[in-house]
């Protein structure tokens, strides 16, 4: 039996002891959380920040640039970089001084463009040019990239990618995907003209530029994934895309793979709760908090039974359970050691991708966004919601040098050890009631005192 394999089965017998612990009142606990979160996480947009925010659904003029030539001579032509919009701009002014970004780091790392693209040609032509193909190879990959999204968004009409960050380059909007099944009118006439589209395309811009991007810029795990070269080996992943043969290929996918899974609650938790955050300021579509956790009970209730994804769960009471028994870990209002929260966390983790596409469709989103948007939700009514860029980069302060460390031994520090699993570090930061809500330098200090997690030290220097 392989080490992954024996800290599975370590996890499974946790699980099954904790679960006998507390089975009992689990239903009741689970339906006190959903109505403590529908009635206490409900947290309103500060003045300062709807007052820079007036003014989104007034008629827009926006700016079209011409992009550079890119490797291989291709060119771009008309895009817009919705960068320099008059929405976009009073964003990014807005996300740094509601949350005093340059207190503590340059706010000009995220003053990178933001390309809205007319056509899926346009948004994956600089996806595939971060590659070292041949220019055949990249037209053949964007063609095939191209005929399997337009087949995906029929069949699921309108499903797919709706963004993408790539670091260093910046972030790419899908506005052929924004505007699918809409006859006669393009990407740009949707931002300048309709209010609804508009919100939509800006939703998707702050959750891969001030989401991934401002972990991808600022998080020492950020730094990990793009000094070695893994943040493109995951977006090759992402997107299905065809690389070259390359020995070290391999392992470098284990490596992305490896720091995904444990980062996934993290990432796409922040990405969606900031976007949900900023919208509600220039958005008057929907309430800020989705019943996620009442969705989530539900699609456990209609598990679908699949013998092909079972690893000793005996059937889908059992399963079901265990989905219940982690989220009560992770947010009822009683006590549990790191080791407990790290066991919960690896359980969402991994069953989550397996059951990935029943959950996008019985939540309308993958699972890993809906519990780490619950994550930010719980972190935000304890700690304040000034507080949650900051947490966000104290759960991704894990600092691996991954030449001097095997796979087999980084799998079990990051799956074992709450110290380096973003998610599990995030999962106990959320549970953590600060005396002085807001209050950064308390949350550093107890922090540290409480999980003898290292924070950033540029928080820690203020």
């Known amino acids: 039996m392989s080490k992954f394999e024996d800290i599975k089965s370590s996890f499974e017998s946790k699980l099954d002891a904790t679960r006998q612990q507390h089975a009992a009142r689990l ?100 996806i595939l040019d971060q590659y070292d193909m041949s220019p055949q190879a990249r037209q053949v990959e964007l063609h095939r990239k191209v005929a399997e999204d337009e087949t995906f968004a029929m069949k699921t009409n309108g499903g797919g990618t709706l963004g993408v960050y790539l670091p260093g380059k910046g972030c790419y909007i899908n506005g052929w995907l924004h505007v699918f099944g809409m006859d006669n009118i393009t990407p740009k006439q949707a931002f300048d003209n309709n209010p609804v589209l508009a919100s939509r395309i800006l939703e998707t811009a ?54 995904f899974d444990t980062s996934q609650l993290l990432e796409e938790g922040w990405a969606t709760w900031v976007a949900t955050y900023l919208a509600k300021g220039y958005s008057n579509n929907g309430v800020y908090l989705r019943d996620n956790l009442g969705l989530i009970m539900q699609a456990i209730d209609k598990l679908p039974y699949d013998d092909k994804l079972s690893y000793d769960l005996h059937d889908r009471e059992s399963l079901r359970d265990r989905f ?92 074992t050890k709450i110290s380096y699993n973003p998610d599990a570090r995030l999962a106990a930061v959320s549970r953590l009631r600060l005396n002085e809500q807001n209050s950064i330098s308390e949350m550093v200090s107890r922090i540290e005192a409480q999980y003898s997690f290292i924070a950033p030290r540029k928080l820690k220097a203020r």
């Open 27 to 126: 239903e009741a606990d689970l339906q006190e959380l959903r109505a403590r979160l529908l009635r206490e996480f409900k947290p309103s947009i500060p003045p300062d920040l709807i007052r820079s925010l007036a003014d989104f659904n007034t008629p827009l003029q926006n700016r079209l640039t011409m992009s550079q030539p890119l490797k291989g001579g291709t060119r771009l032509q008309a895009l817009m970089d919705i960068k320099g919009s008059p929405q976009l701009r009073q964003l990014d002014q807005a996300f740094a001084q509601h949350f005093n970004l340059a207190r503590y780091y340059p706010a000009e790392k995220l003053n990178y463009k933001t390309i809205l693209c007319d056509t899926l040609e346009q948004f994956y032509q600089p």
């Open 206 to 259: 702050i959750h891969e530029k001030l989401g991934h991007g401002f972990l991808g810029e600022y998080s020492a795990l950020g730094v990990v994934m793009t000094q070695n070269g893994l943040d493109l080996v995951e977006i090759s992943a992402k997107f299905g895309i065809r690389l070259a043969d390359d020995p070290s290929l391999g392992l470098k996918e284990a490596q992305a793979h490896l720091l």
């Open 324 to 415: 219940k028994d982690s989220l009560a870990i992770l947010f009822v209002k009683q006590e549990y050691d790191p080791a407990e929260l790290q066991w919960a966390v690896t359980f969402i983790e991994d069953w989550g991708l397996k059951l990935d596409d029943y959950f996008s469709h019985a939540i309308l989103q993958p699972l890993r966004y809906a519990v780490g948007e619950l994550l930010f939700v719980q972190a935000s009514e304890n700690l304040g919601p000034l507080c949650m860029p900051y947490a966000a980069l104290i759960a991704a302060n894990v600092d691996i040098d991954l030449s001097k460390i095997s796979l087999s031994d980084l799998g079990v520090m990051m799956l």
